[in-house]
T-cell receptor
Framework: AQSVTQLDSHVSVSEGTPVLLRCNYS??????LFWYVQHPNKGLQLLLK??????LVKGINGFEAEFKKSETSFHLTKPSAHMSDAAEYFC???????????FGTGTRLKVLA | EPEVTQTPSHQVTQMGQEVILRCVPI?????FYWYRQILGQKVEFLVS????????KSEIFDDQFSVERPDGSNFTLKIRSTKLEDSAMYFC???????????????FGPGTRLTVL
């Protein structure tokens, strides 16, 4: 069965320092993976997506993620955190052959001034 | 930029009452979805809808739930007789025609928070 595991429920970083949000996936197939962000009282916004075209994926707002098959990981990174990055982040896998998303449990990112 | 909209943003209802949650997907999208997120828990898939019929549903989506596209723009989720455990944030999503195998970017609305008393 396909699934994703987000290893940290909460991450705190200082403004200007790097961000690392961890996600591991489980899939028998080449997965389609996504990162979404949810700001308070807002919908889920797509940050970036992996669809096997390139292992390093660049997204919006300076975020990127690297697909590592050997580690079954798809960690989200950003070189320098901004206060506006404070939000909840979801790693998502698309079930092969369907339109069904499976969400991770989410990581709440806190950015300290 | 086109976006998915949902109304109402917050709905409070009494147990046993029927509720209808409304969504307006992005206008050229053909696939529609409902997800829910119980407070403190994962976002869970409920149902997908294409060509006026359900294409997939989860075990959560029992006979109490139904979906409909009553006109060319709205997509609704009806809960026939609400239970306390239906209290959650409900997200609508839509996607365009699938262009690549195993790729499907879904666009989400802001959600409707349903509170069942």
């Amino acid at each position: 069965a396909q699934s994703v595991t987000q290893l940290d429920s909460h991450v705190s970083v200082s403004e200007g320092t790097p961000v690392l949000l961890r996600c591991n996936y489980s899939s028998s197939y080449s997965p389609s993976l996504f990162w979404y962000v949810q700001h308070p009282n807002k919908g889920l916004q797509l940050l970036l997506k992996y669809t096997s075209a390139a292992t390093l994926v660049k997204g919006i707002n300076g975020f990127e993620a690297e697909f590592k098959k050997s580690e079954t990981s798809f960690h989200l990174t950003k070189p320098s955190a901004h206060m506006s990055d404070a939000a909840e982040y979801f790693c998502v896998v698309l079930i092969a052959g369907t339109y069904k998303y499976i969400f991770g449990t989410g990581t709440r990112l806190k950015v300290l001034a | 930029e086109p976006e998915v909209t949902q109304t109402p943003s917050h709905q409070v209802t009494q147990m046993g009452q029927e509720v209808i949650l409304r969504c307006v997907p992005i206008s050229n999208h053909l696939y529609f979805y409902w997800y829910r997120q119980i407070l403190g828990q994962k976002v869970e898939f409920l149902v997908s809808f294409y060509n006026n019929e359900i294409s997939e549903k989860s075990e959560i989506f029992d006979d109490q739930f139904s979906v409909e596209r009553p006109d060319g723009s709205n997509f609704t989720l009806k809960i026939r007789s609400t239970k306390l455990e239906d209290s959650a944030m409900y997200f609508c999503a839509s996607s365009a025609v699938r262009a690549l195998e195993n790729y499907n970017e879904q666009f989400f609305g802001p959600g409707t928070r349903l509170t069942v008393l």
